[in-house]
């Protein structure tokens, strides 16, 4: 069954930097878009990243752009996401999702990590 | 950005009743919209995708529709399960953004 697994949450600084992975079994991570979602504590969800599945397309919202990045390693199946200069506001649970559609990929997330919590304090 | 507005922001419902929910886009999705329910300390679950498609083992007792921008989530007849929070989601226009969210209580 397809899974989804985060890790490298903490507590950082303000302003030094996060790597977190999300770790994918279970279909073939090569042939799908792949993104990550966050959500601030007892907030909504915030789209934050996206990378194709042959990782030449990425985008990234406006909140995030310049400061994070986003990267996969079809060989391992897995996908990164580089957090620098970090805020206060960055603080939240941060999903690994998966686009539910192959290839092109439809923008839809059809399965979730169980997520890892950032926590940005001084 | 597209802006997306549910409503209401909660409701209080009993086992059993017919709920909905509504999402208005600020400008048209040409149906490219999804509804989300995430329960306390769990990941979001996709139910519907493009407006009224039912995402595999989804109850039926789930349907979505739509109505120029306005976009609907039903539940049929609500079952303990479904005390939830739920979220649509807009993937016409980059950036994809979320509804605030639907939280869904026992009355």
């Known amino acids: 069954q397809v899974q989804l697994m985060e890790s490298g949450g903490g507590v950082v600084q303000p302003g030094r930097s996060l790597r977190l992975s999300c770790a994918a079994s279970g279909f073939t991570f090569s042939s799908y878009t792949m993104h990550w979602v966050r959500q601030a504590p007892g907030k909504g969800l915030e789209w934050v990243a996206y990378?194709?599945?042959?990782?030449?397309?990425?985008d990234f919202a406006d909140s995030v752009k310049g400061r994070f990045t986003i990267s996969r390693d079809n060989s391992k199946d897995t996908v990164s996401l580089q957090m620098d200069s970090l805020r206060a506001e960055d603080a939240a649970v941060y999903y690994c999702?998966?686009?539910?559609?192959?290839?092109?990929?439809?923008?839809?997330?059809?399965?979730w990590g169980q997520g890892t919590l950032v926590t940005v304090s001084s | 950005d597209i802006q997306m507005t549910q409503s209401p922001s909660s409701v209080s419902a009993s086992v059993g009743d017919r709920v909905t929910i509504t999402c208005r886009a600020s400008q048209g999705l040409g149906g490219w919209l999804a509804w989300y329910q995430q329960k306390p300390g769990e990941a979001p679950k996709l139910l519907i995708h493009?407006?009224?498609t039912l995402q595999s083992g989804v109850p039926s007792r789930f349907s979505g529709s739509r109505s120029g921008t306005d976009y609907t989530l039903t539940i049929s007849s609500l079952q303990p399960e479904d005390f939830a929070t739920y979220y649509c989601?807009?993937?016409?226009?980059?950036?994809?953004?979320f509804g605030q969210g639907t939280k869904v209580e026992l009355q």
């Open positions: 493009a407006a009224s």
């Open positions: 989601q807009q993937a016409n226009s980059f950036p994809w953004t």
């Open positions: 990378i194709s599945y042959d990782g030449t397309k990425k």
């Open positions: 999702a998966r686009d539910r559609d192959y290839n092109s990929g439809s923008f839809f997330f059809d399965y």
